[in-house]
């Protein structure tokens, strides 16, 4: 079935140390969004690209890159992650620009920091 | 980012009630509604949408109604089920970028 992929589910990682959440698509959508949700609170988007256009959202901290070296994959790099950073990471796809199209959400990575 | 919020955090309702989910938003220029279902653990599961030249559309037991003269959207749920307790989210599109709202916790009581 078309999907959004996220890997891995869950990912540990150390404070400072760098992690790089992955998400794949077999919609062959034009947009792509990573999300941070953290616990009992609403998805934040940090960024999106169409095609490989990206776009980055004022508040997003420097600390978070992203990458989308094809139409079918998206990085999130969280270059030194602090314990403020331990969260759930959505991925989510739409078919157009432009708005007005349904999102797919992938099920999500849930980042934890030591 | 834009400010997309509910009016109530948490509703519980009895099994086979109807619930009713609000949420504002903020930028008039928003043309684009979805309402999001989430279980615990996983991703937000679409629901229904409305674009902004429509005032209500109709799903299966679900329906959304839009008020653009008070920026409102609310969710009506019809005869709600044990299956429906989840975490509701409404979000609103502009270009490119989705807003959430705060998210209404749903508890159906058997």
């Known amino acids: 079935d078309a999907m959004v992929i996220q890997n891995p589910r869950y990912q540990v990682t150390q404070f400072g140390k760098p992690v790089t959440l992955s998400c794949s698509q077999t919609?062959?959508?034009?947009?792509m969004y990573w999300y941070q949700q953290k616990s009992s609170q609403a998805p934040k988007l940090l960024f999106h690209?169409?095609?490989?256009?990206?776009?980055n959202e004022a508040d997003t901290p420097d600390n978070f890159q992203s990458r989308r070296p094809n139409t079918s994959f998206c990085f999130l790099d969280i270059r030194s992650p602090g314990l403020g950073d331990a969260a759930m990471y959505l991925c989510?796809?739409?078919?157009?620009?432009?708005?007005?199209?349904?999102?797919?959400f992938g099920p999500g990575t849930r980042l934890t920091v030591l | 980012g834009e400010s997309v919020g509910l009016h109530l955090p948490t509703l519980s309702v009895q099994e086979g009630d109807n619930s009713i989910i609000n949420c504002a938003y903020s930028?008039?220029?928003?043309?684009?509604f979805i309402w999001y279902k989430q279980e615990s653990g996983k991703g937000p599961q679409f629901i229904i949408d409305?674009?902004?030249?429509?005032d209500k559309r109709q799903g299966q037991r679900v329906t959304v109604l839009l008020n653009k003269t008070v920026k409102h959207l609310s969710l009506q749920i019809a005869a709600t089920q044990p299956g429906d307790s989840a975490v509701y989210f409404c979000?609103?599109?502009?270009?490119?970028?989705?807003?959430f709202g705060t998210g209404t916790s749903l508890t159906v009581i058997p």
């Open positions: 989510a796809t739409s078919r157009v620009a432009g708005g007005g199209d349904e999102q797919f």
């Open positions: 919609l062959n959508h034009n947009v």
């Open positions: 690209y169409y095609d490989k256009d990206f776009n």
């Open positions: 930028n008039s220029a928003s043309d684009y």
């Open positions: 409305i674009r902004s030249n429509m």
């Open positions: 979000a609103e599109n502009t270009g490119n970028q989705f807003y």
